[in-house]
């Protein structure tokens, strides 16, 4: 079965880092076209947060170029976000899904665990 657990979720003060983790077991992060962070705040939508695909190549939510980075380490299999100079408008819970269980199971925010983010001000 393929599954993806995120971590690395925690409260902090706006300017201060996180790195959030996404563990794939049953695949490997090499096999889908590409891997993708989403992001939901209360009371807003689901949103893409950044995308990496299977080159390397990344692309990210105007909202947060050039303080998010996507990256990936085929060794662990596993998926990370780094956030820098984070806002209170970044606080939400953040999932991680691969294009493929997307594609078959639909929004990742309505099935995935996802790891809380708090920013406060």
């Known amino acids: 079965e393929s599954r993806v657990v995120e971590s690395g979720g925690d409260s902090v003060q706006a300017g201060g880092s996180l790195r959030l983790s996404c563990s794939a077991s049953?695949?490997?992060?090499?096999?889908?076209?590409?891997m993708t962070w989403y992001r939901q705040a209360p009371g807003r939508e689901c949103g893409l947060v950044a995308i990496i695909r299977h080159d390397g190549g990344a692309d990210y939510a105007d909202s947060v170029s050039g303080r998010f980075t996507i990256s990936q380490d085929k060794a662990k299999n596993t998926v990370y976000l780094q956030m820098n100079s984070l806002k209170p408008e970044d606080t939400g819970v953040y999932y991680c899904?691969?294009?493929?269980?997307?594609?078959?199971?639909?929004?990742?925010?309505?099935w995935g665990q996802g790891t809380q983010v708090t920013v406060s001000s």
């Open positions: 049953g695949f490997s992060i090499e096999d889908p076209t590409y």
């Open positions: 899904a691969p294009e493929f269980m997307t594609r078959i199971r639909g929004r990742v925010c309505d």
